[in-house]
């Protein structure tokens, strides 16, 4: 009888709703469960938008994942719609940030943390030319560690993955770490597997009992236990900031936080500005800041080696315009439109996040004839902006002159979804394309880029995860003199 009485509890719970958003044919009881696995879901989410159109819905028991694509629907919600947005949903991705930071937050403490964290952040150069000069520094670092191995093939994740982070360190930390530091290493390693292994639309996402079962099929504990070890890391690094603290010489954002937190302990008996606010805010600036820029760099020396015309043609845009001996600047801009085409395919192409984290709604929404309902779980499909062939004809070839006007001007960037939309776009998309344009030209100016010999170029195929990042794949880097 308990077992009927489940099911039957279940099939109340999935009634249809009239009028939402259509799914594919599931299984009784137990809804799409089988559609999103990991090794398929982009192309499964492509198939099903080429099937249903830019509204499409995928069953979990009696919950609804609703997806919404495509550059109109996409900015009516998110842009023309944004105040319908509500609580983020129950994610387990949630429970690993310890319910705290920004990018699992909303409402007033969203709000509140993103903009001090905008703010603070802006305060010490982010997003501002100036932090041009960090990024310099550590790019000489980079590519003396990529002359190091004398043209010998090497997979660079860890490399990129290590110098990003430094941009980011520098601004939080108010230091960098050496490229050998063995903490900076295990960090970025334990980040790098976080967020290629989580994808938002696994099981237990949605249902928080399957991390209690035997064993561990999701990778959930492994998850808690690596997110345990960074956490220890930062309280360490923050302990360390606090001894020497002093507020009227602020270094980095730690410390423009602790002032905001004694002022915020003088003035209340409560406010959010915790430790572990801070600890959560921190980690997340690292998993997403370092995550974005590394894997798109990764993706821009990938589509480079399987086009060495368009490498070509970069070096030669960078020869005639910039001095020799100097790095190409954000200044040099202008007179290199090509290269920054080529960054901006790479974020279109490249597709680092194909989707949003989960929304959730305040009240019922009407989105093209459709209801989604308040109850549903929300995702925002940037992959279908991306790849949208009214936007960008022939979607799927790497073509960096669709960004280039008949005079040779760029043209068009606005029609890329890599950073989101409206209220929710990403917090550190101006650095994100600062980093990925001052690292791909220096490298390009001062390397030729080739695949390992006597080898088959490797797979353009990702593996998507939390984000979507190439395989494994080793290039050699013959310096130029």
Aim: hydrophobic share 40%; glycine share 6%; net charge neutral.
């Amino acid at each position: 009888m308990t077992v009927i009485g489940v099911l039957l509890f279940i099939k109340f719970l999935s009634r249809e709703r009239k009028n939402v958003p259509p799914n594919p044919p599931g299984i009784p009881l137990l809804g799409n469960i089988n559609t999103l696995r990991p090794e398929t879901m982009l192309s499964t989410i492509r198939k099903l938008h080429k099937q249903y159109g830019d509204l499409f819905s995928i069953k979990f028991f009696h919950q609804h994942l609703i997806f919404v694509g495509g550059y109109k629907t996409t900015n009516e919600l998110l842009v023309r719609k944004g105040d319908v947005l509500g609580e983020k949903p129950y994610f387990f991705v949630k429970q690993v940030f310890r319910n705290a930071g920004v990018f699992s937050s909303s409402g007033p403490l969203w709000k509140e943390h993103r903009t001090f964290g905008l703010t603070s952040l802006r305060s010490l150069g982010f997003g501002k030319r100036n932090l041009q000069t960090r990024i310099f520094e550590e790019i000489e670092y980079f590519l003396a560690e990529v002359e190091s191995h004398h043209g010998e093939p090497f997979d660079i994740q860890d490399l990129v993955s290590k110098s990003i982070s430094n941009v980011i360190s520098a601004l939080v930390f108010g230091k960098r770490f050496e490229l050998s530091d063995p903490t900076s290493a295990e960090m970025c390693s334990l980040l790098n597997a976080f967020v290629r292994s989580t994808a938002f639309q696994s099981p237990v996402n949605f249902f928080p009992f399957l991390r209690h079962l035997p064993g561990d099929l999701f990778g959930s504990k492994k998850l808690m236990k690596d997110f345990d070890r960074i956490f220890e890391i930062m309280y360490k690094i923050l302990g360390e900031h606090r001894s020497t603290f002093d507020e009227n010489n602020i270094r980095d954002f730690i410390d423009c936080y602790l002032k905001e937190q004694k002022n915020k302990n003088e003035a209340y008996k409560e406010h959010t500005f915790s430790d572990e606010q801070l600890i959560s805010t921190l980690v997340e600036f690292f998993s997403a800041g370092m995550e974005t820029t590394s894997t798109a760099t990764q993706w821009g020396i990938l589509y480079l080696m399987h086009n060495q015309e368009i490498q070509t043609r970069m070096r030669k845009e960078i020869e005639n315009a910039v001095a020799s001996g100097r790095f190409p600047t954000l200044e040099d801009k202008p007179k290199l439109p090509y290269c920054e085409a080529v960054c901006y395919e790479v974020l279109r192409m490249g597709n680092v996040a194909p989707t949003t984290a989960p929304h959730a709604l305040k009240n019922d929404v009407t989105l093209n004839g459709f209801v989604i309902p308040k109850e549903a779980t929300l995702f925002i499909d940037l992959d279908s902006i991306n790849m949208d062939p009214e936007a960008f004809p022939d979607p799927f070839s790497f073509k960096p002159e669709r960004f280039l006007s008949e005079d040779g001007k760029l043209t068009g960037t606005e029609k890329i979804g890599s950073f989101s939309l409206g209220r929710r776009v990403c917090m550190g998309e101006s650095v994100a394309k600062m980093e990925l344009f001052l690292f791909m030209t220096s490298l390009i100016q001062r390397f030729e880029i080739h695949n390992e010999a006597g080898k088959p170029l490797p797979s353009l195929e990702g593996i998507l995860g939390l984000t979507y990042a190439p395989q494994n794949f080793a290039a050699s880097y013959k310096k130029i003199n």
